[in-house]
Nanobody, 123 residues
Framework: HVQLVESGGGSVQAGGSLRLSCAAS????????MGWFRQVPGKEREGVAS????????YYADSVKGRFTISQDFAKNTVDLQMNNLKPEDTAMYYC?????????????????WGQGTQVTVS
């Protein structure tokens, strides 16, 4: 039984930083891609950042380029999202997800496993 658990959310003032972490457990393989997504009530969930576990290639939404950094630690089975220079429009529930095999890292629909989310509020 695979599980993704997010942590690190909270409230911060504009211009501040937060680091989200996603702990993966139950996997007997390394997922092809790991990603971070976010959703605001009443709006569709959107991709924030993703990383290809094999190649290390990263993908970012235009709105977060230069401010967010995704990283993966294979020893700890974690994927982090460092968020700097946060803006009020970054306020959302942030979800970690895994694309198991063969899909595209930048395609939300290809992701198979999802965490419960962690709330980020920027004021």
């Amino acid at each position: 039984h695979v599980q993704l658990v997010e942590s690190g959310g909270g409230s911060v003032q504009a211009g501040g930083s937060l680091r989200l972490s996603c702990a993966a457990s139950g996997y007997t393989y390394v997922p092809n891609c790991m990603g971070w997504f976010r959703q605001v009530p009443g709006k569709e969930r959107e991709g924030v950042a993703s990383i290809h576990s094999g190649a290390g290639a990263t993908y970012y939404a235009d709105s977060v380029k230069g401010r967010f950094t995704i990283s993966q630690d294979f020893a700890k089975n974690t994927v982090d999202l460092q968020m700097n220079n946060l803006k009020p429009e970054d306020t959302a529930m942030y979800y970690c997800a895994a694309e198991d095999v063969g899909g595209r890292c930048d395609e939300q629909g290809d992701y198979d496993d999802w965490g419960q989310g962690t709330q980020v509020t920027v004021s």
